[in-house]
């Protein structure tokens, strides 16, 4: 077993261990069960989803004019912070192993950081290292982090001493570039903490950072796929079709896409092997590990389906377990760019075209579902806004991201998208899921250009144009006020969500063009 002496603590820093080597620790420290076909299974105790309100960044000279502050970004003040990096090098001083690995941030070499991540579980480790950039052997010796994550689910904050909420915290120091985790075994607050500094730093360098999945056809077009947890990025990005370059996290440069990470982080709650062919596969390999997911400790079988641990069950596995990835994790500039919304209201189509202004309010509106289980105290699908799609791990104002991306759509003359993965024939708890099989069908088309000259409607409401007709699916499906047996319901559920979206928009209304103002829905037409 490789392990060193950094100086670090008093106990053994075992760094930079493979695969086999964390799943034998893990196993002897007794942080989970291997499941009968080889799949670390672990359990994150009551943290089974991001601690958003725990989330802090340090407001310094660095921060106090380049960061938004507000609800999503929230301060803490540069005493506090020191207060909590001390009792954290006391804390790891007290920790008999520590676990570290050297990683890279972004797959496209002239815009990565490099980061070293401190863990006490050997299976954050083994987490940390799938989910980030593996440097190859040649890129290990002399490796200098630009930025260092230490995470102890052990540490237990003290909101008086430590100017947090509860005895969990999330404190990014963008001075300092020291990111400290405790309170939380949710292994997630990692990768999302890494995304948060590219989310930081690449603005300054005209790249714009994304939440989204990303693929290539087989005519080496790129796509992305804006959206929220639960909305089908990673579900609709592994398309046995076309290559993927990364289910989450990706930065938009002058010459790529590219993955921010290595691996893939996707949610198995009732993951279908039908539906879902490659990621259930991932459930069933040695290298994955599994958050959440109920084990018989005899039998040593999962149970997908059993949702008793957490709704927001998770497997972590390195992206070539996905048989169609791409070896570099990179594609040329999009061709298509796909917002993808699980709409509560069961109002918006399951497709429809996006002018670059429609494109920029819906980036910039970042309308979904919250769905149960992708964040504590979430146990139902409920209406939301985040900026950009990824409000929490946006520092920087949203007219900063929404710039580029308009920038890099007309630049690229990307085609845009609004997909509804949400709700038809009624909202949640009426209506039923939209089906994964029209989905793909409606997104296959449109990749393939075969929507581009189809006949369209203008939405009332929301002004969008909307196929009338498409290969391989219903009409019906494409026109939501028809899949509703109560129209007059359809109509006031339609209204209140363009008033929602109104509402919403008036926060950037004098950080953007009038015509992206006056592309967005006109809820008084249809009321």
């Excluded at 008999?96 to 990683?103: G, S």
């Excluded at 890279?104 to 990565?112: A, I, T, V, W």
Aim: proline share 6%; hydrophobic share 40%; with cysteine.
């Amino acid at each position: 077993m490789a392990s060193d002496s950094t100086g670090e603590g008093d106990g053994t820093n075992f760094a930079n261990l493979g695969v086999a080597e964390l799943v034998e620790h893990a196993m002897q420290r007794g942080e989970g069960l291997l499941s009968r076909d080889g799949a670390l299974v672990v359990a994150t105790g009551k943290h089974t989803g991001r601690s958003a309100r725990d989330k802090f960044i340090v407001r310094d000279a660095e921060t106090e004019t380049s960061v938004w502050w507000g609800t999503t970004n929230t301060p803490m003040t540069p005493e506090h912070f020191a207060a909590l990096r001390d009792d954290f090098m006391v804390h790891l001083k007290r920790t008999p192993a520590l676990f570290v690995q050297d990683l890279f941030g972004g797959s496209q070499r002239e815009h990565r950081i490099k980061v070293r991540v401190y863990t006490e579980l050997a299976w954050h480790s083994l987490f940390a290292r799938t989910l980030l950039v593996r440097p190859g052997a040649d890129e290990l010796p002399g490796f200098v982090p630009d930025y260092t994550i230490i995470d102890f689910p052990s540490f237990q904050a003290d909101p008086e001493r430590h100017g947090c909420r509860s005895e969990t915290v999330i404190a990014v120091n963008f001075t300092d570039k020291l990111i400290l985790i405790g309170g939380t075994a949710y292994a997630g607050e990692m990768k999302k903490s890494v995304f948060s500094i590219l989310n930081y730093l690449l603005p300054q360098a005209g790249v714009m950072p994304m939440h989204c999945s990303a693929n290539i056809g087989r005519g080496g077009d790129t796509a992305i796929f804006f959206g929220l947890s639960g909305t089908g990025k990673t579900t609709l990005s592994a398309d046995p079709g076309r290559t993927l370059i990364g289910d989450d996290e990706h930065g938009w440069s002058d010459t790529a896409v590219f993955n921010f990470e290595g691996g893939c982080y996707a949610k198995t709650i009732r993951l279908s092997e039908e539906a879902e062919p490659a990621i259930y596969a991932t459930t069933r390999r040695f290298g994955t590990v599994l958050e959440n997911v109920v084990i018989d400790p005899t039998t040593r079988a999962i149970d997908l389906d059993d949702d008793s641990l957490a709704e927001n069950s998770r497997a972590s596995y390195p992206i070539d377990f996905i048989p169609n990835a791409s070896r570099d994790n990179l594609g040329e500039v999009p061709r298509n760019v796909v917002f993808l919304t699980a709409d509560a209201y069961g109002v918006l189509p399951p497709i429809a075209k996006l002018t670059p202004e429609q494109a920029m309010y819906h980036f910039l509106s970042g309308y979904t579902a919250r769905v149960a289980g992708t964040e504590i105290g979430v146990t139902e699908p409920s209406a939301t806004f985040s900026t950009c799609f990824g409000a929490p791990f946006m520092p920087r104002h949203p007219s900063v991201y929404g710039n580029l991306l308009k920038e890099r759509i007309a630049l690229g003359r990307a085609k845009c998208w609004l997909v509804n993965t949400g709700w038809t024939g009624g909202p949640y708890g009426t209506g039923e899921r939209m089906p994964i099989k029209v989905t793909r069908a409606l997104l296959g088309a449109a990749l393939a250009g075969e929507l581009d000259f189809v006949t369209c409607r203008t939405d009332p409401v929301f002004g969008f144009a909307v196929p009338v007709a498409a290969p391989g699916v219903d009409d019906t499906i494409l026109d939501p006020r028809e899949t509703w047996s109560d129209k007059q319901a359809y109509d006031a559920a339609a209204a209140k969500l363009a008033r929602l979206f109104v509402d919403n928009f008036r926060q950037f209304e004098d950080a953007v063009d009038a015509a992206v103002t006056a592309s967005g829905p006109r809820p008084l037409a249809h009321a």
